[in-house]
């Protein structure tokens, strides 16, 4: 049984068949590979994009969607082994995945991390052990990294550029009001190296680089196919001949838990934002975010409402990326 935590748990080539996959369901949305077939929705945190096209898509496939809410519409859930259950927490995660494994085919979890401590958080305890104990197929819908996100992001890339490999990416930190997880910049750096292209990690200081484990896995995937990965805190030389440029804004790890403080160190960076002169620097490049986005603030209008501009795109390529990812999780023919 294969589950789908995170990409790097996934060959390249296993992904380059989920995007061809989704690229036929894109062209063709409706089919019944799923009739009878059902996913089991965990949402721990909000959500537009991943409920509306995880929903959608196993509709479109001749499946059903259970959507659950923890602690709203069903049982509060605990995570921990061994906790003494005398919390707000009504049910163990043990007999929560039995049940409904017994019940779905596969199942989905949003959990995101507590913002508390991250030598905890760095672990991603939630779905490993949801996948721990379940019998069917776990999928991320996002938790400290959004591996859906990162397939609907190279899924768009590839239908405007074809061939990625060695087209130079930046990830682009841009500034917030607060401090946001590092889920999709962990994501996008690892799928960016992992199709081959030359990376650069834009951020205003060493305090905003992101985890070594995804560090280690972009330089990683960088030897292995061929690309590149560096880190920049320049922001003209990193957007210098650009081909595609990914904007995000995520929290400094050393302020992990202290947003008072974190801001303290942040406020100073606003003009990280995306703009029209910055994107003139490049090679004509293309822009994407994982939206949503707060204009004028990670990005201007005129960078958003651009040709050049993606993100509508790749939030449209959640649904199809999702659909072939859930057929290939049960094996479904279209």
Known sequence: MKHFLSTSEWSAEDL?????????????????????????????????????????????????????????????????AGAIMDGDAEEHIVEAAGVLSRYCDLIGIRAFPSFVDWSKDREDQLIKTLAQHASVPVINMETIVHPCQELAMMQALKDRMGNVAGRKMVLTWTWHPRPLNTAVAN?????????????????PEPAYLLDSQFMDAARDN?????????????????YDGADFVYAKSW???????????????????RHFIVDEEKMALTNN??????????????????????????????????????????????????
Not at 251 to 267: C, I, M, V
């Open 16 to 80: 380059e068949s989920l995007l061809q996959l989704a690229g036929e369901l894109k062209q063709n949305p409706l089919n019944s590979s799923l009739k009878g077939r059902s996913i089991a929705l965990l949402f721990l945190n909000p959500s537009m994009r991943t409920r509306t096209s995880f929903e959608l898509g196993m509709q479109q496939l001749g499946g059903i969607a259970i959507v659950l809410q923890p602690g709203k519409d069903a049982w509060g859930l605990e995570f921990e």
């Open 187 to 203: 994501s996008a750096l690892m799928i960016g190296t992992k199709f081959g292209m030359d990376v650069t990690l834009l951020c």
């Open 222 to 238: 960088a030897a292995i196919m061929g690309g590149a990965f560096q880190v920049s805190h320049d922001i003209e030389t990193a």
């Open 251 to 269: 929290g400094a790890l050393p302020f992990y838990g202290r947003p008072e403080q974190e801001f303290e160190l942040r406020k100073k960076y």
């Open 285 to 334: 490049g293309l822009f994407s975010h994982c939206l949503p986005l707060r204009r004028n603030i990670k990005a201007t209008d005129g960078v958003m409402d651009a040709p050049y501009c993606l993100a509508l795109e790749e939030a449209e390529n959640r649904l199809h990326v999702q659909k072939a990812l859930m057929m290939t999780l049960l094996g479904a023919e279209q």
